[in-house]
């Protein structure tokens, strides 16, 4: 299947002023959380030697839920010699669902491209920490972490740079379809981007590897209880969370496997009973204070 990937432009915003037709416009550089959209977070950069945070949280603002701009000239002007870091707040939740999100993301350095979002997600993530130290960004990589985790790229319709620049519009694409395998596609993205979260958070020292073997079959039990994920039978929005002793225990067996020299993709681990899951609550997203346009800290 092919879908229609829109592109997202970088955010431009005139200063208040005058309003004169000389005013100076502004450009920011949009991040977004996603597992899905998350709001509350707090998204920092470094750039070289440049440090520094957006001019907001992930907003919940109409038309870019789950993102932060950043004004600073060099991010916006080169953002792919940045790294990104997405850090939870007390506040931060996932808007589709509610559900608190404690789990801090990772954008690689090489990711993020000019003129366009970038998304930070437990995919990223998982990309990241697989990356050796120095070493930037690359598809190889990341298709590698997509092997493991049991999605299949070239079934999406779209490249590996496209789905992890926009994550959320290529899942939107795919539910737009309003077909069966697209259906299904959307719904292993999502409910694997929810359990790597879940997986990460309780095994920090972990390896990519094992992370990602483990919540591939964590997520094909999720699936297998909730077809219809992140819904239920009856149209109800809903989530699951893998306790924590859970995810350590499949994903100890996994690395065990690696350790006896077991391929990836014959690793076949225990997954304990999936928890029943929880009924959400979506957040319905605001309009941007009045007179910013929507521009956050500008």
């Known amino acids: 299947m092919k879908i229609k990937l829109l592109t ?18 502004v450009k920011t550089y949009s991040v977004q959380a996603y597992d899905p959209a998350v709001i509350d977070m707090k998204v920092s950069y470094t750039c070289g030697e440049l440090t520094g945070e957006a ?3 992930t907003t919940n603002y109409k038309g870019m839920v789950g993102q932060a701009r950043i004004s600073h000239v060099d991010v916006v002007t080169a953002p792919h010699e940045c790294e990104f870091v997405l850090s939870p707040t007390e506040t931060s939740r996932d808007s589709s669902n509610g559900k608190p999100i404690t789990t801090e993301y990772t954008i690689p350095q090489g990711l993020a491209q000019v003129d366009g979002l970038v998304t930070g997600s437990p995919f990223t993530t998982l990309i990241a920490s697989s990356l050796e130290d120095g070493e930037v960004y690359s598809p190889e990589v990341a298709e590698k972490v997509f092997s493991d985790l049991g999605i299949d790229i070239n079934a999406i319709g779209v490249s590996v740079d496209e789905l992890l620049l926009n994550t959320e519009q290529v899942v939107q694409d795919l539910q737009a379809q309003e077909d069966e395998g697209a259906s299904a596609i959307a719904t292993q993205l ?14 920090p020292e972990a390896s990519p590897e094992s992370i990602s073997v483990a919540a591939k079959a964590i997520t094909e039990e999720v699936i297998r209880a909730n077809p219809d994920y992140p819904k239920s039978e009856t149209g109800e929005v809903i989530y699951v969370t893998i306790p924590a002793e859970d995810t350590q225990k499949v994903v100890g067996d996994v690395q065990d496997a690696i350790d006896a020299g077991t391929p990836t993709d014959e690793i076949k681990p225990d997954v304990p009973t999936i928890p029943e899951p929880e009924v959400g609550e979506p957040i319905d997203p605001v309009d941007p204070p009045t007179g910013s346009g929507g521009s956050g800290g500008n």
């Open 190 to 203: 999502i409910a694997t981007a929810n359990v790597v979260s879940d997986v990460i958070k309780a095994n």
């Open 55 to 57: 001019d907001e949280l």
């Open 8 to 25: 997202a432009s970088v955010a431009a915003v005139l200063l208040a002023g005058c309003g004169s037709d000389s005013d100076p416009v």
